[in-house]
């Protein structure tokens, strides 16, 4: 950010609340971190172009928010779902891409959540499940996804991820932890909500 007035807007929020006690003699201001901002253009009046709005709105944020308060979330390299993102700072440039996943659901649990299903075969996709006290009659199924457990972890068995319909029209995103050979029966989960 190069524009003075923003700056100065951003110190007058915060001086409020110094508390100067006996007075203040010197004070010093420090960067932590700085990036090299790209070359502007300036029009024939001498006029610099307006810096872009968003960096204004994030710069605002952050200073009301923190650090920790504003953040934004970008793709993981993992195949399991709940480690697949990461908070970054709002404007930091994106990583690209190195690895390919399916789309997942808007909306996933923090923490799977356990239900009780009953599938026809060891592989096959439930057909009725319970879920926070409730009956959901399968209608519709698509999987097995499978993800195999990241062979630096020891503390995962391979998932077969289905994606179902209830009755009602309800979509739900669910997986079976563990195989059937495995010799533990397998447990289930709903892990997040589709549309």
Request: hydrophobic residues 40%.
């Amino acid at each position: 950010m190069r524009d003075p007035r923003h700056l100065a807007r951003l110190f007058a929020e915060s001086l409020p609340t110094i508390d100067p006690g006996f007075g203040i003699e010197v004070m010093r201001l420090e960067a932590a971190a700085t990036d090299a901002l790209p070359v502007q253009q300036i029009d024939f009046s001498g006029q610099v172009a307006a810096e872009d709005d968003v960096a204004l709105v994030v710069d605002r944020g952050v200073n009301r928010l923190g650090a920790v308060g504003a953040r934004r979330y970008a793709a993981a390299e993992s195949y399991w779902p709940e480690r697949a993102a990461v908070a970054v700072a709002p404007l930091a440039s994106p990583a690209p891409r190195t690895w390919l996943a399916r789309p997942r659901p808007p909306r996933l649990f923090p923490t799977p959540e356990p239900i009780e299903a009953m599938a026809m075969l060891p592989d096959a996709p439930p057909v009725l499940f319970r879920w926070r006290g409730r009956r959901h009659r399968v209608r519709r199924a698509e999987g097995p996804e499978r993800l195999s457990p990241e062979w630096w972890r020891d503390d995962a068995r391979a998932r077969d991820y289905y994606r179902v319909e209830d009755e009602t029209g309800a979509r739900f995103w669910l997986y079976r932890d563990g195989l059937v050979r495995d010799g533990d029966p397998p447990r289930w989960y709903m892990h997040g909500l589709l549309g």
